[in-house]
């Protein structure tokens, strides 16, 4: 039997100054997925309108904490969890139908991502959660190298298929709550 998989990309839309933040999924096999970010967030003593500060948040040197985290769970679970933290809430996705997944090459990959630093301008979360899925699914993705794909929200629009509303995808908020306590 052949398997057939799944490579989601997901986006908080208010993150860096607006500009958004990409995370990353991809289905492993019946119902278990593996899904993560990078998501560097602000964990320096002065705050962000520090020019110091904000130099050196702009680029993490590899090995350096970069906020990387993955899991895996079921569809479900991950939908909640992108939503709903403890991280980076995500309020929307894109799914991409993958013919021939590469399960094995990409979970070892993405759990490399924890190493592998992270700069605003070369190695983003556009940049990783493309190189992530890329090893996934091969070339479904648009590219992230070019100008203005950097930016997350961009680069989110510019991939094909319909984007969708994680709360709208998981209902209401109290069912949200169930799944995270239950």
């Known amino acids: 039997m052949e398997h057939t998989g ?13 500009l ?9 096999d019946e119902d278990r997925y593996f899904f993560g970010s990078t998501d560097h967030l ?18 993490v040197q590899p090995t350096k904490n970069n906020d990387y985290w993955s899991s895996i769970g079921s569809e479900q679970e991950m939908l909640q969890v992108m939503h709903s933290g403890p991280h980076v809430r995500y309020h929307a996705y894109k799914r ?31 940049h ?7 090893k996934y699914g091969g070339a ?9 794909n950097r930016i997350p929200r961009h680069w989110f629009k510019q991939i094909p298929g319909e984007s969708v509303t994680i709360e709208t995808r998981l209902g209401n908020v109290e069912s949200v709550a169930q799944l995270r306590t239950g």
């Not at 958004?20 to 492993?28: A, K, T, Y």
């Not at 139908?97 to 983003?124: I, L, S, Y």
């Not at 479904?140 to 203005?148: E, M, Q």
């Open 6 to 18: 799944a490579a989601y990309i997901f986006i908080n839309f208010e993150q860096a100054v607006q």
């Open 20 to 28: 958004g933040h990409i995370g990353w999924g991809f289905h492993l």
């Open 42 to 59: 602000w964990n320096l003593a002065y705050p962000m309108w520090h020019p110091a500060e904000l130099y050196r948040y702009m680029d």
């Open 96 to 126: 991409i139908p993958v013919t021939e997944p590469q399960t094995d090459a990409a979970v070892k990959f993405a759990e490399g991502m924890k190493d592998r630093g992270w700069n605003v301008v070369q190695n983003n979360c556009v």
């Open 128 to 134: 990783q959660s493309y190189a992530i899925l890329t």
């Open 140 to 148: 479904i993705l648009p590219d992230a190298h070019t100008a203005l």
